[in-house]
């Protein structure tokens, strides 16, 4: 799903080939620390932009609520889109009043304190990974 500049940051991790294996990255993995006191206005951001993918037929972010731990509040993961695709969920945003593009980048900032977004591949097992590694 295309949020924003979540995928104009996340562009620049792609760029690096994954280790694991040799296809391009299937995820994009964010953890979002919310900037204080904006919890609420980020989770509704976030769903809004979930919106905008549902009328563009991109899936919803799936995302986890931090227990214990570290110090992040949401891990996030979106699958890796096409150009057509942001295309589409912009164009459903705009139609929907939601704001997209630079705009949204904007809004995006003032609701996290930082985050830091990352691709990846999977789900796999072991075994899987093992597999296309060549090792038994």
Known sequence: MK???IFAA???CAIASPAIAQDAPQHIVSLYRAAPGQQVALLKWMAQQDRAAAAAGVAASQIY???????????????VT?????????AAAKKMGIASGPRA????????ASHTDTTSNGPMTAAQILATLGEQ
């Open 65 to 79: 609520v931090h227990t214990s731990g570290d110090s992040w509040d949401y891990l996030v993961i979106n699958p």
């Open 3 to 5: 949020i924003g500049i």
């Open 82 to 90: 096409t150009k057509a695709q942001d295309d589409a969920v912009d």
């Open 10 to 12: 996340a562009a620049a």
């Open 105 to 112: 980048s904007i809004q995006f900032r003032t609701m996290i």
